[in-house]
C-alpha cells in the first residue's frame, strides 16, 4: 500500500459519522464510500487542474470544510472531499503535492489561451 500523507472521514456536525472516507498518498488521491457495497476510486495527483475550498457559515462553526477537485480523470471528473477538519491546510497539502508530481511526470497544463487575445488585434488577412 501507498504511504498515506493524509486521511479524514466526511463529517457532519463535525463528527466523522459517515461511510465516506478520504486519503493521500505520494500520488494518489483516494475516496472511498459505502459500508457493505464499498467502491474506492483514485485519481492520480497530476491529473488535478484545479483546487477550490469552500467553508460555509455552518462548515466554519464546526471547524470543517470543502474541497473542490477538478480533474481530467475520466471516472471523477469534478468532485468534492466533503466537510473535512483542517480545510485550509489540506487544500494547500494538496496543491504542493499535485505540483510535485506535475513536475515529476513532466506534465504541461494546457489552458485555453483564447481569452488573451483581442478581437481588434484579429484581421481577416491573418488567416
Known sequence: MANILWS???????????????????????????????????????????????RSLGQRIFGVGSIIVSSSDKSLGTF?????KNSANVKE????????QREAKRVISRENMNDDVDESDIHEGDF
Open 80 to 84: 468534492e472531499i466533503k466537510n473535512v
Open 8 to 54: 479524514d472521514r466526511k463529517r457532519y456536525l463535525g463528527l466523522p459519522l459517515s461511510f465516506t472516507k478520504y486519503s493521500m498518498s505520494e500520488d494518489r488521491l483516494f475516496v472511498e464510500t459505502g459500508f457493505l457495497n464499498l467502491t474506492q476510486n483514485e485519481v492520480r495527483l497530476y491529473r488535478i487542474l484545479d483546487l477550490q475550498l469552500k
Open 93 to 100: 497539502m494538496l496543491s504542493v503535492q499535485v505540483e510535485q
